[in-house]
T-cell receptor
């Protein structure tokens, strides 16, 4: 069983929709949680970085962590066609990038 | 904006050839990483470096080797390419805050 599970999609939504992307994990030692966005034929870019449980908001993006359920989410409000990409969750027991475990990514398409 | 570069972006090569994938960053980061990513799959760490002359193997076993002679440069070498090496290779670097910045990747196809 993978340490981090992520629904691969593909997920297709109309422009303006609220998108919810999720990951579950099994390692209770994970403390740092990240979301990356990866456009086709590009490297991943960091979107959100959170520590422990709670919410963090940045513009149209909100990251939510529920450590008791071992569940993290990324919400995208007012989705745009430019949000079409693969979204990867990643997590680490420490702040070390060396110990990052990635999900397999969810492919999102926002239709104009 | 992060400045991390990878060349070539695409490489098609025959079995048995020696190849080197280049990665350079201009951010002065001490830590650098190589990941392998197959389509629709997770990123797997294959090599990392905490500084000049420091290299370690990652969680995923790989027949490739790396070197870190200069802070900004972290090349990956395959002595004898095989079809099983076909994949996307992503280079990343991180500084004090451990936030990783990724390069655009190299798509390798071994025939």
């Amino acid at each position: 069983q993978k340490e981090v599970e992520q629904d691969p999609g593909p997920l297709s939504v109309p422009e303006g929709a609220i998108v919810s992307l999720n990951c579950t994990y099994s390692n209770s030692a994970f403390q740092y949680f990240m979301w990356y966005r990866q456009y086709s034929r590009k490297g991943p870019e960091l979107l959100m970085y959170t520590y422990s449980s709670g919410n963090k908001e940045d513009g149209r993006f909100t990251a939510q962590v529920d450590k008791s359920s071992k569940y993290i989410s990324l919400f995208i409000r007012d989705s745009q066609p430019s949000d079409s990409a693969t979204y990867l969750c990643a997590m680490s027991p420490s702040g070390s990038a060396r110990q990052l475990t990635f999900g397999s990514g969810t492919q999102l398409t926002v239709l104009p | 904006e992060a400045d991390i570069y990878q060349t070539p972006r695409y490489l098609v090569i025959g079995t048995g050839k020696k190849i080197t994938l280049e990665c350079s960053q201009t951010m002065g980061h001490d830590k650098m990483y190589w990941y392998q990513q197959d389509p629709g799959m997770e990123l797997h760490l294959i090599h990392y470096s905490y500084g000049v002359n420091s290299t370690e193997k990652g969680d995923l076993s790989s027949e490739s080797t790396v070197s870190r002679i200069r802070t900004e440069h972290f090349p990956l070498t395959l002595e004898s390419a095989r079809p099983s090496h076909t994949s996307q290779y992503l280079c990343a670097s991180s500084g004090v805050l451990e936030t990783q910045y990724f390069g655009p990747g190299t798509r390798l196809l071994v025939l």
